[in-house]
């Protein structure tokens, strides 16, 4: 093999190869690519651009996972807020009802309306204090929705203290019209005899009679004119089987020859409630009901009693 240069000035130079020599050549202008290959592999990556790429995949994941937490979040918020408009469409609805139910009460009660005032915001008032939280340093200020619960909680609380007192009003008039005295202790019969002297139908002589008689058939209801403890249920001289009832206020009732008693010594007894069944136990004549009526341990005229209208 003969290779020629040439140089600048046009002079030249021959060079012959053998067999070996091509060979080496060869090999060097073959290897010279396949190295220069190599080695740009080989060479060093910049940090750069690997902290570039690896910031990039982190950052891309952290946003994807704070875009499902900002999801849930927003899903979570929207449930919520269903559930507050649920539930403040509840307390309008029960504050309506109270409404209603102490108007009722007012009108059947015969109270002051303008006492209770149903239907109106409760009169609030004082001087204004700071609360917690509630300085300039704290600026925050509640969603709408927090007012209008706290207004229809105050709203709620303003009506249960309202009722809760009609509530008292009504138990102590129901309390005073128990133990009202009113009426006569039978449900069928007709007066047989009154209060004050008459004629004995034992001995013939006038006698005083510290009660009236209520005559009717045998075995029908004798019932209590008021609400009461009993204090006496059994055979009682002169009176047969009797019942004493204690009314309070220094009133105590008796209901004498009974054919049974109903009640037991100690029972709480109701007004118009049945005690004993008529009859003609003790000195009696015949069926009928003997009623007294004492105040302070003293008989007094039961027919004013009888008389009274029931409050």
Request: proline share 4%; net charge neutral.
């Amino acid at each position: 093999m003969k290779i020629i240069l040439v140089n600048e000035r046009g002079g030249t130079r021959s060079f012959r190869f053998g067999r070996l020599s091509k060979a080496l050549l060869g090999l060097c202008l073959i290897g010279m690519p396949v190295g220069a290959f190599l080695v740009g592999v080989n060479l060093p990556v910049a940090e750069s651009d690997v902290f570039d790429s690896r910031t990039a995949k982190a950052w891309g994941k952290a946003l994807r996972k704070q875009q499902v937490e900002i999801d849930e979040a927003d899903q979570q918020a929207r449930e919520q807020l269903t559930a507050l408009t649920v539930k403040m469409a509840e307390m309008q609805a029960r504050l309506t009802r109270l409404d209603a139910l102490g108007e009722r009460l007012v009108t059947v009660a015969k109270l002051d309306e303008n006492e209770f005032q149903f239907g109106t915001a409760p009169a609030l008032g004082g001087p204004e204090e700071p609360g917690e939280g509630s300085s300039a340093e704290f600026p925050f200020q509640q969603p709408d929705f927090m007012g209008a619960f706290e207004d229809l909680s105050e709203q709620i609380e303003d009506r249960q203290l309202q009722l809760s007192t009609i509530e008292s009003v009504l138990a102590n008039q129901q309390l005073q019209d128990e133990q009202f005295l009113a009426g006569r202790p039978i449900s069928r019969g007709w007066m047989s005899s009154r209060y004050g002297y008459r004629t004995d139908p034992f001995s013939g002589r006038r006698s005083w009679h510290k009660g009236v008689d209520f005559a009717g058939k045998d075995g029908s209801d004798v019932v209590a004119v008021a609400a009461g403890v009993v204090t006496w249920a059994e055979d009682r001289y002169g009176y047969g089987n009797l019942v004493e009832i204690n009314h309070g206020n220094g009133y105590k009732t008796r209901y004498g020859h009974n054919r049974d008693i109903k009640v037991e010594l100690g029972e709480v007894v109701k007004k118009g409630q049945v005690i004993a069944l008529m009859g003609s136990s003790g000195r009696s004549t015949g069926p009928h009901v003997h009623f007294e009526v004492y105040k302070n341990d003293r008989p007094v005229d039961p027919a004013s009693y009888i008389r009274r209208n029931g409050r």
